[in-house]
């Protein structure tokens, strides 16, 4: 198959290229490198492209032929899409329909689309499964969901066929050390613990602990990225089996099982043999207390099975990678 990657210079695109190119796919990485690394993409071809540059991604799709588009660019920081929401809505929604605006011109049919467990609302259950009730409490979450929609309605109005995958926190890195998390600023726990374990000026916040949780601290869900990778060529394949048409499939990726700010600090000590500084902080708005997936349906429909689900094995990979890193 020949797959456009958009954002593939990026975190998990990057792990999605890999496994792809590993199992002897064609990979094409479109990036605008706004947020992405020109060195991520050590597999496949870059084309340097804006999704809100429409003309150089007629382009794109006039020079190659795609079977199938993996669709990871966005921005992706919830802080910054409540300070600054026209451009979560601009770069995130009119990309998207930018992107989905070519496809249907040049015939490209299939996509899978990167949503994320913020589209749903507060949760009422643990796990969570998919047809919980949705309700973002942020410009980056409703930006995803707005595009989960467009994309069902172009599914419907024009014959296309689309998996949404809804992750939970993605984590770890490539074990062979390609590619792993560069976000910059990065503020994903499992990093940030590293960071502060790596660099004595660093200190971790902790956001709480007062939550209704055995030690107080948020749980989370911590999928492993490789992992992620593979629901996605799982998808990619059953995109490319007949029927579906008009259809856009939703499944929950993530891990079944939640940690906590305090269990990801032991972990990462288990890792590292240090623990970082930490410094107590008061809860953030809209951070619930427990947000962890129900992965049940794409183990069922896709056959998925996540090859690394223990969080010292994620730890263990992740900061194998941030040693690559420079300190900071
Ligand atoms: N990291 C997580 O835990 C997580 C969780 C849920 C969902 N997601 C989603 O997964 C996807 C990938 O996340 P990531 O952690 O790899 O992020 P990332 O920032 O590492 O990668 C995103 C990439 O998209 C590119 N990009 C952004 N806007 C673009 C545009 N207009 N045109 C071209 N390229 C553009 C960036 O340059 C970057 O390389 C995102 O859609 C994100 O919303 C991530």
Known sequence: MKILLTGGAGYIGSHANKLLSSRGHETVVADNLGRGHREAVRWGRL???????????????????????????????????????????RNNVQGSLNLLRAMRKYGVGRIIFSSTAAVYGTPETSPLP?????????????????????????????????????????????????????????????????????????????????????????????IHVCDLAASHLLGVESLMEPGGEGTARVYNVGNGEGFSVREVIEATAKVTGKKPRVEQAPRRSGDAARLVASSEKLKRELGWRPEYPELVKIIEHAWAWEQTLPVD
């Not at 084309?47 to 020079?63: G, I, P, R, W």
């Not at 374990?197 to 902790?206: D, E, G, T």
Request: charged fraction near 25%; aromatic fraction near 12%; hydrophobic fraction near 40%.
């Open 130 to 222: 998919e047809d919980h009730t949705l309700g973002p409490i942020n410009p980056y979450g409703w930006s995803k969901l707005m595009i989960e929609q467009t994309i069902r309605d172009f599914c419907s109005a024009y014959g296309m066929k689309a998996v949404i995958f809804r992750y939970f926190n993605a984590a770890g890195a490539d074990p062979e050390r390609e590619t792993g998390e560069k976000h910059d600023p990065e503020n994903h726990l499992i990093p940030l613990v590293l960071k502060a374990v790596r660099n004595p000026a660093r200190s971790l916040k902790i956001f709480g602990s007062d939550y209704d949780t055995p030690d107080g601290t948020c749980v989370r869900d911590y």
């Open 47 to 89: 084309a340097q492209v804006d999704l809100l540059d429409e003309a150089t991604l007629d382009k794109l799709f006039e020079a190659e032929k795609f079977d199938a588009v993996m669709h990871f660019a966005a921005l992706i920081f919830v802080g910054e899409s409540v300070k600054h929401p026209g451009r979560y809505y």
